[in-house]
């Protein structure tokens, strides 16, 4: 077992997993730069969800290898995991899936208040959260109350709250209008940048992969496609790896 490069937050090696006998991942091998934002693209069903659960601990490859802080990931039991997406990981999905009965600064300081963290400093730092993302005046409002580019904001200043290392960011625009789609991308990866915090990003959407540091793409592997090796993603422009569909 090969140890990451130090200058990698997240280093796979490898990754294969099937639904049921069909492959949505066939040897992806992929590195994750700190600090970097980085977009997975790829038509649906090429994997790209299946990578960013793999690549954050919800999946377990089946060969493959993930490292997070050059540790490994994948020998981790299920509790082990668990804690590790609530402490280092957030994920930001297609669809914002806010508690209904919780106002905005409620659903985004929820992780800090499962963490543990006091009543007062997660609303304070969750209210905080919120205004940076443009939607502080949804603080005391209920997600109903909500038109869907704020519900996704909300859910974005959920993920990024609680600090986290990485971000996960399954498809968070699809749902959104052109307009909305675009401004809501360039407010997660601002805040994610003046943060420093690591984006993983998977897109069906150009505009929003031309935001990123570098791009991956998964295609079909059964129409070829090099998978790259880890260390040699160190100053790469587009990379492609293989999967099945």
Sequence with gaps: MVAPPDNDVLWARGLHYSYSGS????????GVREGEILAVTGPRGSGKTTLLKCLSGQLVADPGEVWFNSAPVHTLSRSARERLRRDRFGWIDSEPHLVPELTGWENAALPLLVRGTGHRTAKQTATEWLERLDVGDCARKRPQALTQAQRQRVAIARALAAEPTVVFADEPTA???????????????????????????????????????????????????????????????????????
């Design 23 to 30: 492959p949505a991942l066939a040897g992806v091998s992929i």
């Design 175 to 245: 749902p959104l209008h052109a307009a909305d789609r675009a401004q809501v991308l360039r407010t997660l990866t601002t805040a994610a940048r003046s943060h420093e915090i690591t984006v993983v990003l998977a897109t069906l959407d150009d505009e929003s992969a031309a935001l990123a540091d570098r791009t991956v793409d998964l295609v079909d592997g059964r129409r070829g496609g090099a998978i790259p090796a880890p260390e040699a993603t160190e100053g790469e422009g587009r990379a492609a790896c293989s999967v099945s569909a």
